[in-house]
């Protein structure tokens, strides 16, 4: 993996519609600003290279991710939530970030946080420089508790490059702030 840079960021709610939470919420998103290797090739059937990559990003993300929960005392096993995200700069295509993101990304989340039962969703787009996304969550065991369910934002102003990928990945701990949205009975 050819790292240029690396952006990681966390959000912690206090409080929502005017009032306080017994706990705060914290979502961290962290990114990594890498060389796509297949950029301006056109056409490759082949994109094992690319699952790799994506592998090897998750390991990097998910220790940059746990590192600033850490600093909050926050756990790995206190993560109930997760997403992900890529943007391919325009010498690549949409199908790069599928190979970053779906095949071998999750077994190294899943082991440094212990588990994962569910799908880690996520989403991917072409973009240019500046670009944003925004990267679902849901919780790590079961995609329909409705109290994890939310959203992260990401754009890093200086990427992607053409020739570059940004690839995030999103962990939650606490839940949506204010969550009070029940399953119909």
């Given at each position: 993996m050819k790292l240029r840079s690396a952006v990681t960021t966390t959000q912690q709610t206090f409080s929502e519609a005017g009032a306080d939470l017994p706990t705060p919420t914290v979502v961290v998103v962290a990114a990594a600003v890498v060389e796509n290797p297949l950029a301006g090739r056109g056409h490759v059937a082949d994109l094992e290279e690319l699952e790799v990559?994506?592998?090897?990003?998750?390991?990097?993300?998910?220790r940059q991710a746990l590192g600033a929960l850490g600093a909050l005392g926050i756990e790995?096993?206190?993560?109930?939530?997760?997403?992900?995200?890529?943007?391919?700069?325009?010498?690549?295509?949409?199908?790069?970030?599928?190979?970053?993101?779906h095949p071998r990304f999750g077994a190294p989340v899943r082991a440094a946080i212990g588990g994962?039962?569910?799908?880690?969703?996520?989403?991917?787009?072409?973009?240019?420089?500046g670009s944003s996304i925004t990267m679902p969550i849901g919780n790590k065991d079961d995609r329909w508790v409705f109290d994890d369910m939310d959203a992260a934002d990401l754009s890093v102003v200086d990427a992607p490059r053409p020739d570059e990928m940004v690839i995030a990945l999103v962990l939650s701990a606490g839940g949506r702030p204010g969550a009070r949205v029940k399953k119909p009975v």
């Open positions: 990559l994506g592998n090897e990003a998750a390991g990097f993300l998910v790995p096993s206190d993560v109930r939530g997760y997403g992900k995200g890529a943007i391919v700069g325009i010498d690549g295509d949409r199908e790069h970030t599928a190979a970053v993101l994962g039962a569910d799908i880690i969703p996520g989403t991917k787009k072409v973009g240019g420089v």
